[in-house]
């Protein structure tokens, strides 16, 4: 079945949006395409990492494929220091709001370059 997964996130500006991710969330890019009037970008984690992102145009892929939606998924990040995390990317002025806990589970959220919204929870151990 299913062994890697690639999520596909459509934005307004692709380049921003990789350095976003590469500078402030220290993923790597690990391609780009050029399709002539749109370039994507295909990010991880890792190398090595089974989750991948794929940048895309959002108005070129809302053009080329009219019934696509194109609006930005749900993201929830799990990371061990939760601290860390928090306090690296605020570091690095990325828009953080305040760690909370809800229901036992201790989280922040994030906002893109885009001002998408994004979670980050603690791993259970």
């Given at each position: ?21 590469t ?5 790597v ?33 809302a ?5 696509m ?57």
């Amino acid at each position: 079945m299913i062994k890697k997964s690639t999520t596909m996130i459509y934005v307004e500006n692709t380049k921003m949006a990789m350095e976003f991710w590469t500078e402030k969330l220290e993923f790597v890019l690990l391609e780009t395409s050029d399709f002539g009037d749109a370039v994507s970008y295909e990010i991880a984690p890792s190398k090595n990492s089974v989750t991948k992102f794929c940048l895309h145009d959002k108005n070129w892929v809302a053009k080329n494929n009219p019934q696509m939606n194109v609006g930005f998924p749900s993201l929830m990040f799990e990371v061990e220091n939760l601290e860390e995390t928090y306090n690296k990317l605020t570091e690095k002025g990325v828009k953080t709001n305040v760690i909370m806990e809800f229901g036992g589970l201790r989280h922040f959220t994030f906002s893109d370059n885009e001002d998408n919204y994004i979670a980050v929870k603690e791993l259970v151990k």
